[in-house]
């Protein structure tokens, strides 16, 4: 699939940011609502770990020169599935978006091929306005693989929070203790190996990798059970734009479920963000998670506000060049 006469293809470099940026804010507008990327989360995307500019990612201009398009590989932990972003200015850049998708597909077989697998399987996130989008990849022959619900709940009529369940306390991480981090990530480890797409992370990777989101450290909490770690909470930078605190994990041990150490969290969380004085509180769930139920969500008083689809293809690897003869 090519793009359409007069427009071209390049490869994104740093210097091209900006011009990324205002693409990804009117995509992001367009599907849900306002700008959810900054500077920082572009060049962290075009300098992460297991990605190459160069090769796996894409810039659509139209024939005035003007970057409309935006084509990424994401592989957070280089192993396992790889996640294709494509943006698109909605007024301008529709009909790239195609042709930009067809040369990223094309990417993951050669990846897989690099990486000596038969196939890799590739997704691609469609949120509830973008009606083409989902057309496309049907097309392209996606399946749907799961959905994500996006919860929030105002925080301006917040009741004072409750004392924790008997036997359980909630403080915030000691984030300058490294034995409280190892513990952090023990509990988040072990709390979503039992969950469907879960891709572990050692410690030292995981430790790299939660910078991507912020590290407001008072709003990391962890939750005891008579002394014992049981659960922990992390918060994400995410959505501040939006004045929201934002819960980027909640993990309780399977030991300690059903126990209350998930609301107490929770409400330890709000309970911050209102203190600084964010207007609301959000997170995101994954439906397929047998650990998530909505009911906890909702009983702290979070609501469903929109939903993204998760669309999945395994591509087999490309083909591998035969040597020459006699080689």
Request: glycine share 8%.
């Amino acid at each position: 699939m090519t793009l359409p006469a007069g427009w071209s293809a390049r490869r994104p470099i740093l210097d091209d940011v900006p011009a990324i940026l205002a693409v990804v804010h009117a995509a992001d507008t367009f599907a849900v609502g306002y700008p959810d990327f900054d500077a920082s989360d572009v060049e962290a995307a075009l300098t992460a770990p297991y990605v190459e500019p160069s090769r796996d990612s894409w810039l659509a201009l139209d024939p005035d020169g003007t970057v409309v398009g935006w084509a990424s590989i994401d592989n957070p932990t280089g192993v396992g599935r790889e996640f294709v972003e494509v943006y698109v200015d909605p007024e301008r850049g529709g009909q790239v978006r195609e042709p930009l998708l067809a040369r990223q597909l094309d990417r993951v077989a050669e990846r897989a091929a690099e990486r000596g697998l038969p196939a890799l399987t590739v997704r691609c996130a469609v949120f509830e306005p973008e009606r083409d989008w989902d057309r496309s990849l049907r097309d392209a022959g996606f399946t749907l693989a799961k959905r994500y619900v996006r919860m929030r709940r105002t925080l301006a009529d917040l009741p004072v929070e409750p004392p924790p369940p008997p036997g359980v306390t909630v403080r915030p991480v000691r984030s300058e203790d490294e034995r409280d981090l190892r513990e952090f990530h023990r509990i988040f480890d072990t709390a979503f190996r039992d969950t469907p797409d879960y891709e572990p992370l050692g410690y030292a990777e995981w430790r790299k990798k939660i910078t991507q989101h912020g590290t407001t450290w008072d709003e990391w909490f962890v939750a005891e059970v008579d002394g014992v770690p049981a659960g922990a909470l992390q918060s994400s930078d995410q959505a501040l734009d939006q004045d929201e605190g934002f819960v980027r994990s909640l993990s309780v041990l399977p030991a300690f479920r059903r126990r209350g150490v998930g609301a107490a969290l929770l409400r330890r969380a709000f309970a911050r963000y209102a203190e600084k004085g964010r207007t609301a509180a959000g997170l995101g769930v994954d439906l397929t998670n047998p650990t998530a139920p909505l009911s906890l969500y909702r009983s702290v008083g979070l609501r469903e506000t929109r939903w993204t689809d998760m669309y999945e293809l395994v591509v087999p690897a490309a083909a591998v060049p035969a040597p020459p003869a006699g080689v």
